[in-house]
């Protein structure tokens, strides 16, 4: 069986020494390099195949996030820092998970369990070459096939047997559920309630029970807190 081959872009000896003890602890990951900037870490992936990437954001040289931007097919990413603030734009980023310093052995498993659930196939292989979703949905609203680019989506409102889908400047009432609409999308729509799923591209603000999109209260449902705290 293959290993997960694993990068740690770091430059906090002590972050770098939790890392490298908790992969060594883990059946079927090995760390490939520990770089202390992104460009070392630069040099690696583009010499060596890397399934899982652990990424510092504030490093010397190159800020992780930035260095993130500059790869063309980057391998999936763990963000670990200690600044919260940024989870938003990580998530725009589709990192897999986002871990705060310190970081906890069972925080980290939970986030290693993410890239298998994410990863899996039958033989555990390295990752292939992603082949991204369009960034567009076609859906069917008064008798017209409507193309819709997902960046206008704000969010998606169930109502009965049909969904009210709130875009940039303009609605369209479609006849489906939100379950059938949430498997024609990207993955990184959220549902936060039985009756809603939102784009968080759009996302003003959250807490626990509400999140705004533009002058919109939306609320979450009981059942879809852990999402929200995930996110």
Request: hydrophobic share 40%; net charge positive.
């Given at each position: 069986?293959?290993?997960?081959?694993?990068?740690?872009?770091?430059?906090?000896?002590?972050?770098?020494?939790?890392?490298?003890?908790?992969?060594?602890?883990l059946p079927g990951f090995e760390l490939v390099e520990v770089c202390d900037h992104a460009?070392?870490?630069?040099?690696?992936?583009?010499?060596?195949?890397?399934?899982?990437?652990?990424?510092?954001?504030?490093?010397?040289?190159?800020?992780?996030?930035?260095f993130l931007k500059t790869l063309s097919n980057p391998p999936q990413v763990i963000i670990?820092?200690?600044?919260?603030?940024?989870?938003?734009?990580?998530?725009?980023?589709?990192?897999?998970?986002?871990?705060?310093?310190?970081?906890?052995?069972?925080?980290?498993?939970?986030?290693?369990?993410?890239?298998?659930?994410?990863?899996?196939?039958?033989?555990?292989?390295?990752?292939?070459?992603?082949?991204?979703?369009p960034n567009f949905i076609y859906v069917k609203s008064e008798r017209k096939t409507l193309?819709?680019?997902?960046?206008?989506?704000?969010?998606?409102?169930?109502?009965?047997?049909?969904?009210?889908?709130?875009?940039?400047?303009?609605?369209?009432?479609?006849?489906?559920?939100?379950?059938?609409?949430?498997?024609?999308?990207?993955?990184?729509?959220?549902?936060?309630?039985?009756?809603?799923?939102?784009?968080?591209?759009?996302?003003?603000?959250?807490?626990?029970?509400?999140?705004?999109?533009?002058?919109?209260?939306?609320?979450?449902?009981?059942?879809?807190?852990?999402?929200?705290?995930?996110?």
């Open positions: 069986m293959n290993k997960v081959q694993c990068l740690i872009v770091e430059d906090e000896p002590v972050a770098q020494r939790i890392i490298r003890n908790y992969l060594a602890d460009l070392d870490a630069m040099r690696v992936l583009e010499n060596k195949a890397i399934d899982l990437m652990f990424l510092d954001l504030e490093m010397p040289k190159l800020k992780g996030f930035a670990t820092t200690a600044h919260r603030e940024y989870a938003l734009e990580g998530f725009e980023l589709n990192v897999l998970d986002y871990l705060l310093k310190p970081i906890a052995f069972e925080r980290f498993l939970k986030a290693i369990q993410k890239y298998k659930v994410q990863s899996a196939t039958p033989t555990m292989a390295p990752r292939s070459v992603d082949h991204p979703k193309k819709l680019l997902e960046s206008d989506i704000h969010y998606l409102e169930g109502m009965s047997n049909y969904i009210l889908i709130h875009c940039q400047k303009e609605k369209h009432i479609v006849y489906a559920s939100l379950t059938e609409m949430l498997s024609k999308l990207s993955s990184h729509f959220l549902r936060i309630h039985k009756s809603y799923v939102i784009n968080p591209q759009h996302l003003r603000s959250f807490s626990k029970e509400s999140v705004e999109l533009g002058e919109r209260s939306l609320p979450i449902g009981k059942a879809y807190k852990s999402v929200i705290e995930q996110f």
